[in-house]
């Protein structure tokens, strides 16, 4: 396939604002790829070269893509710069540049798919000494080849700003839409992804008629992590689950833990390797003597002098300051382990929650620092309570019970794990939100430039993000100067296309940065977009940030489902 003709597909992508007519585009353009450009095309509709797991990067900066551009279009690095500010986007400008240039035709000169693949990864794998110069004449190479259309979209996506608003649920409807006609195989195909987060690899083995029932988890294939729903009271939680295992809920690090054959892999939340940053936790994962392992837990860094344990907050600042040594030795982190996955060659995600935990407790009987997590198993609300109250009381969030018979329900948010958290207010819990735009001050703040933060919640089911709240304090005057230095770098000229919002903020910013904030209650609103119905939206009551969530990435905040069914335990709670 010709990167043109992807080109043409990704343009049309980008003019849908449906999610089902998106996925029936990409339906299309997977129904005209040979069997083994499926993989390359759905790590690039995804901005990637390979699953993000691996962190590699494209990298290109925009100071190389002017240069590669004015080299190809034969104009100065001012000019680019000029259309760029006009275009508002570098892609945008390269499009218009090559237009104005005479194409040369040749077949041979025209970029593939599998060429701009290639390339794409090579300028990934670059680095050191001269890889920028190597960088951009790559980029040209393509660029020389390429058709207007397909200027926007190789510019684009080597900034790393491919932006066609599709997410991975879309790409899974489409490839279910492609064989069946509807989304009839998305569940499976979902789950799939869900046990290896490579949906490159799940998408060529559905394509190429294997089972999805056949993947299973594997060392080194991090598995999208279990989420919890939430309940108001320890009655509900026995009411829904009975008898069940209650444990304590660590303000830590969440770690999913990989060992096999003498290596180890760390992966965070988002499944970032993070390994380099927790010397400790791999040592320890290898003197376990198992042969290979996948394990969860959470991270808190302790103070053996004051018998201090310390949030996720202080564990990641104390890590900057100190180091990853001297922190280690000063602070040394206890990884409370919470799930067994995987063992000695065996996939556990489908064994009941008892076997897993009863294989977990022999494991890591003495395998100091990774401990497994303190519980309780009981069907009695009070006990429930008594138990709420004393790790509160010690400083923890509170609880998370956990149904002894569900299996580990890998990227989804079910009633297998249920949260119960002191409560902030009236609110069960707090919020996390992704920041798409900035205020700027007025008055006093003017100083530091900086007024506030407009946040969204996702709707699941429309694949938007819907504001939800103006945040305007919670914030010191460090985190002001940080927070807008980070926010210039990812502003952009307009909203971006997945955010549904009727405020205008002052500066609209790529979706990337996650704050949790805690409010006051949730209340109806004519201004926010979330789950607005009519001229009703939901909106946080004295909204306020706790804190910026490194851990966490766009697809794992709130969801507007949640936010409703949280307004409702509200009401619930008012009336009881
Ligand atoms: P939340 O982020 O508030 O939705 O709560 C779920 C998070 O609690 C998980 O992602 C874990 O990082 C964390 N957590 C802390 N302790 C536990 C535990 N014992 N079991 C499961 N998750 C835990």
């Given at each position: 396939?010709?990167?043109?003709?992807?080109?043409?597909?990704?343009?049309?992508i980008?003019?849908t604002?449906?999610?089902?007519?998106?996925?029936?585009?990409?339906?299309?353009?997977?129904?005209?790829?040979?069997?083994?450009?499926?993989?390359?095309?759905?790590?690039?509709?995804?901005?990637?070269?390979?699953?993000?797991y691996?962190?590699l990067?494209?990298?290109?900066?925009?100071?190389?893509?002017?240069?590669?551009i004015?080299?190809?279009?034969?104009?100065?690095?001012?000019?680019?710069?000029?259309?760029?500010?006009?275009?508002?986007?570098?892609?945008?400008?390269?499009?218009?540049?090559?237009?104005?240039k005479?194409?040369?035709?040749?077949?041979?000169?025209?970029?593939?798919?599998?060429?701009?693949?290639h390339?794409?990864?090579k300028?990934?794998?670059?680095?050191?000494?001269?890889?920028?110069?190597?960088?951009i004449?790559?980029?040209s190479?393509l660029?020389?080849?390429?058709?207007?259309?397909?200027?926007?979209?190789?510019v684009?996506?080597?900034?790393?700003?491919?932006?066609?608003?599709?997410?991975?649920p879309?790409?899974?409807?489409?490839?279910?839409?492609?064989?069946k006609?509807?989304?009839?195989?998305?569940?499976?195909?979902?789950?799939?992804?869900?046990?290896?987060?490579?949906?490159?690899?799940?998408?060529?083995?559905?394509?190429?008629?294997?089972?999805?029932a056949?993947?299973?988890a594997?060392?080194?294939?991090?598995?999208?992590p279990?989420?919890?729903?939430?309940l108001?009271?320890?009655?509900?939680?026995?009411?829904?689950i009975?008898?069940?295992?209650?444990?304590a809920?660590?303000?830590?690090?969440?770690?999913?833990?990989?060992?096999?054959?003498?290596?180890?892999?760390?992966?965070?939340?988002?499944?970032?390797?993070?390994?380099?940053m927790?010397?400790?936790?791999?040592?320890?994962?290898?003197?376990?003597?198992?042969?290979?392992?996948?394990?969860?837990?959470?991270?808190?860094?302790?103070?053996?002098?004051?018998?201090?344990?310390?949030?996720?907050?202080?564990t990641?600042?104390?890590?900057?300051?100190?180091?990853?040594?001297?922190?280690s030795?000063?602070?040394?982190?206890?990884?409370?382990?919470?799930?067994?996955?995987?063992?000695?060659?065996?996939d556990?995600?489908?064994?009941?929650?008892?076997?897993?935990?009863?294989?977990?407790?022999?494991?890591?009987?003495?395998?100091?620092?990774?401990?497994?997590?303190?519980?309780?198993?009981?069907?009695?609300?009070?006990?429930?309570?008594e138990y709420?109250?004393?790790?509160?009381?010690?400083?923890?969030?509170?609880?998370?019970?956990?149904?002894?018979?569900?299996?580990?329900?890998?990227?989804?948010?079910?009633?297998?794990?249920?949260?119960?958290?002191?409560?902030?207010?009236?609110?069960?819990?707090?919020?996390?939100?992704?920041?798409?735009?900035?205020?700027?001050?007025?008055?006093?703040?003017?100083?530091?430039?900086?007024?506030?933060?407009?946040?969204?919640?996702?709707?699941?089911?429309?694949?938007?993000?819907?504001?939800?709240?103006?945040i305007?304090?919670?914030?010191?005057?460090?985190?002001?100067?940080n927070?807008?230095?980070?926010?210039?770098?990812?502003?952009?000229k307009?909203?971006?296309?997945?955010?549904?919002?009727?405020?205008?903020p002052?500066f609209?910013?790529?979706?990337?940065?996650?704050?949790?904030?805690?409010?006051?209650?949730?209340?109806?609103s004519?201004?926010?977009?979330?789950?607005?119905?009519?001229?009703?939206?939901?909106?946080?009551?004295?909204?306020?940030?706790?804190?910026?969530?490194?851990?966490?990435?766009?697809?794992?905040?709130?969801?507007?489902?949640?936010?409703?069914?949280?307004?409702?335990?509200?009401?619930?709670?008012?009336?009881?």
């Amino acid at each position: 396939m010709l990167f043109s003709d992807v080109a043409e597909h990704f343009s049309k992508i980008e003019a849908t604002a449906s999610r089902l007519e998106m996925s029936a585009q990409i339906a299309r353009l997977l129904s005209e790829c040979k069997k083994e450009e499926i993989r390359p095309l759905i790590y690039i509709i995804e901005g990637n070269v390979a699953p993000a797991y691996e962190g590699l990067d494209i990298g290109i900066g925009e100071k190389f893509a002017i240069r590669a551009i004015a080299q190809t279009s034969g104009r100065s690095e001012r000019e680019v710069l000029a259309e760029y500010k006009k275009a508002g986007d570098l892609g945008s400008a390269a499009e218009k540049l090559l237009s104005k240039k005479a194409q040369l035709s040749l077949a041979s000169s025209q970029n593939t798919l599998m060429k701009a693949y290639h390339s794409f990864l090579k300028i990934a794998k670059l680095s050191g000494a001269g890889s920028q110069e190597a960088k951009i004449s790559l980029l040209s190479e393509l660029l020389n080849g390429a058709t207007p259309l397909e200027a926007r979209y190789l510019v684009r996506f080597c900034l790393g700003k491919l932006r066609l608003g599709v997410g991975d649920p879309s790409i899974i409807d489409a490839l279910s839409m492609m064989k069946k006609g509807d989304k009839s195989d998305s569940e499976a195909i979902l789950r799939a992804f869900n046990l290896c987060s490579d949906l490159g690899e799940v998408a060529e083995a559905y394509i190429s008629g294997k089972s999805m029932a056949h993947f299973s988890a594997q060392p080194f294939k991090p598995i999208r992590p279990a989420l919890a729903e939430r309940l108001q009271s320890a009655e509900e939680i026995i009411e829904k689950i009975g008898k069940c295992a209650v444990e304590a809920k660590y303000d830590g690090l969440r770690m999913q833990v990989h060992a096999c054959d003498g290596r180890v892999e760390i992966y965070s939340r988002k499944l970032e390797k993070m390994t380099h940053m927790f010397p400790e936790i791999t040592s320890a994962a290898l003197k376990l003597g198992t042969k290979s392992i996948i394990f969860e837990g959470e991270a808190l860094a302790y103070n053996p002098k004051e018998k201090k344990y310390y949030s996720f907050q202080q564990t990641i600042q104390r890590k900057r300051k100190y180091g990853i040594d001297a922190m280690s030795k000063e602070f040394p982190l206890r990884l409370f382990v919470f799930d067994l996955l995987y063992l000695d060659g065996k996939d556990l995600t489908l064994e009941r929650y008892s076997s897993r935990r009863a294989m977990l407790e022999k494991v890591f009987r003495n395998a100091e620092p990774l401990v497994p997590s303190e519980q309780i198993i009981t069907d009695d609300p009070k006990r429930l309570e008594e138990y709420f109250n004393k790790l509160v009381g010690e400083g923890l969030e509170g609880i998370i019970a956990k149904d002894l018979n569900q299996p580990y329900v890998a990227g989804a948010r079910k009633f297998a794990w249920i949260k119960l958290k002191k409560s902030y207010g009236e609110l069960a819990d707090t919020i996390d939100a992704v920041i798409v735009g900035y205020y700027l001050g007025k008055g006093q703040r003017k100083e530091f430039e900086f007024g506030g933060l407009l946040a969204c919640v996702l709707n699941e089911e429309t694949g938007k993000l819907e504001t939800i709240a103006k945040i305007g304090s919670g914030f010191s005057e460090d985190e002001m100067v940080n927070l807008q230095k980070m926010l210039e770098e990812a502003r952009l000229k307009e909203r971006p296309k997945e955010v549904n919002s009727k405020l205008v903020p002052d500066f609209w910013v790529k979706p990337k940065y996650v704050i949790t904030v805690a409010a006051d209650e949730i209340t109806l609103s004519p201004m926010h977009t979330c789950g607005m119905v009519g001229e009703t939206g939901y909106a946080l009551r004295f909204p306020r940030m706790i804190s910026l969530r490194d851990d966490k990435g766009p697809e794992d905040i709130t969801t507007t489902k949640e936010i409703m069914a949280m307004f409702e335990m509200q009401k619930k709670r008012r009336h009881d």
